[in-house]
């Protein structure tokens, strides 16, 4: 199939990238390589992809209506991965205009090009942070979301909405996934796996927030791109019988997954795996609980394995010494 990817210079667009390369399809692949972050990462991303024959990278900013439109025309895509967003839930504290632009305009855009391509499903990211500060664990889709505790979270959650709304109306297949703090090489500098590592190999403090009582679902970028790659095919039909306390079941052609390992790991446990595959003690500079942050998270991963047969195989040691072992060698470390 000709599929696109959004955020293909991103952590999960490359790794998904790579895989649908290697099984055939016909990848395009879009990003504005905006500098949230290292761009040379990002770029570095796009090299680490030149030796796959079908991936063709476009560089695109989502939030230009004229041009995602010009793209949807050219390119005739069967199925869409809509990944590209402005992440990180404490960015959007200090800079809320970007979410706007990346992630309620260019999500806009995306949908407006599905619907007039008459593309065959699209996939696109959501996140675990729409559950707020939830005390109900595991977290399900049938949970009530409408308590967003940050921007970043309210966007995600418009995104389902906004799927939701073309879907019943345009009869888009549209399918939505809820990461849970995905981690491993390739990942995002501002994620706390890369932190984490970078300042014990150093010899600096890291920070520990809500002094280390807190717990997430991580869950290693196999096991993510996996998930994806089974979903996509998965396209969702018409559900008779969708109602108002059914939040995660429609009439509309519309589904909505949570994926992640679903096992929570401790802050704390997190970090003595790091101290463990770097070989070095953490030095712990404890913090309070951060504006717009969550205590835990937790999927409930049933609905999608029974869908797809999903089951996360890589735990957090062994998923963290193979991020560090990428680490000291991107970085020569």
């Known amino acids: 199939?000709?599929?696109?990817?959004?955020?293909?210079?991103?952590?999960?667009?490359?790794?998904?990238?790579?895989?649908?390369?290697?099984?055939?399809?016909?990848?395009?692949?879009?990003?504005?390589?905006?500098p949230y972050y290292d761009v040379a990462l990002k770029q570095a991303r796009l090299d680490d992809l030149q030796d796959c024959q079908d991936v063709r990278f476009i560089r695109l900013e989502l939030s230009d209506r004229e041009a995602v439109a010009t793209l949807f025309e050219a390119e005739g895509f069967e199925r869409v991965i809509h990944l590209a967003a402005q992440p990180g839930v404490r960015y959007s504290l200090e800079n809320p205009h970007a979410y706007a632009d990346a992630n309620l305009i260019g999500h806009l855009n995306v949908l407006e090009g599905c619907r007039h391509g008459r593309v065959g499903h699209l996939v696109y990211a959501s996140s675990s942070s729409v559950y707020g500060a939830n005390d109900k664990v595991p977290f399900d889709t049938s949970d009530n979301v409408d308590h967003p505790i940050s921007l970043y979270a309210a966007t995600k959650k418009a995104n389902e909405l906004m799927a939701h709304t073309y879907s019943h109306l345009y009869d888009l297949p549209t399918?939505?996934?809820?990461?849970?703090?995905?981690?491993?090489?390739?990942?995002?500098?501002?994620?706390?796996?890369?932190k984490f590592t970078r300042a014990i190999l150093a010899g600096e403090p890291i920070q520990v927030f809500n002094h280390g009582d807190m717990s997430r679902d991580f869950t290693y970028i196999d096991?993510?791109?996996?998930?994806?790659?089974?979903?996509?095919?998965?396209?969702?039909?018409?559900?008779?019988?969708?109602?108002?306390?059914?939040?995660?079941?429609?009439?509309?052609?519309?589904?909505?997954?949570?994926?992640?390992?679903?096992?929570?790991?401790?802050?704390?446990?997190?970090?003595?795996?790091?101290?463990?595959?770097t070989g070095r003690e953490a030095i712990c500079d404890?913090?309070?609980?951060?504006?717009?942050?969550?205590?835990r998270t937790w999927a409930d991963t049933e609905a999608l394995f029974n869908l797809t047969g999903y089951c996360p195989r890589v735990g957090v040691e062994e998923g963290v010494r193979r991020f560090v072992a990428w680490y000291r060698?991107?970085?020569?470390?």
Not at 249 to 263: F, R, V
Not at 286 to 295: H, K, N
Request: hydrophobic letters at 40%.
């Open 175 to 194: 399918t939505g996934l809820r990461f849970f703090t995905v981690y491993g090489p390739w990942g995002r500098p501002d994620m706390a796996m890369f």
């Open 223 to 277: 096991d993510i791109v996996e998930g994806i790659v089974r979903i996509l095919d998965e396209v969702p039909e018409r559900q008779p019988g969708g109602t108002t306390e059914t939040p995660d079941i429609s009439d509309a052609p519309y589904a909505l997954y949570n994926i992640g390992h679903g096992s929570p790991v401790s802050l704390m446990d997190f970090v003595h795996a790091v101290e463990g595959a």
């Open 1 to 34: 199939m000709k599929v696109l990817i959004t955020g293909v210079a991103g952590f999960i667009g490359h790794a998904v990238a790579r895989r649908l390369s290697g099984q055939g399809h016909e990848i395009v692949g879009v990003d504005n390589l905006n």
């Open 329 to 333: 060698e991107y970085y020569g470390v």
């Open 286 to 295: 404890f913090q309070p609980m951060q504006p717009g942050d969550v205590p």
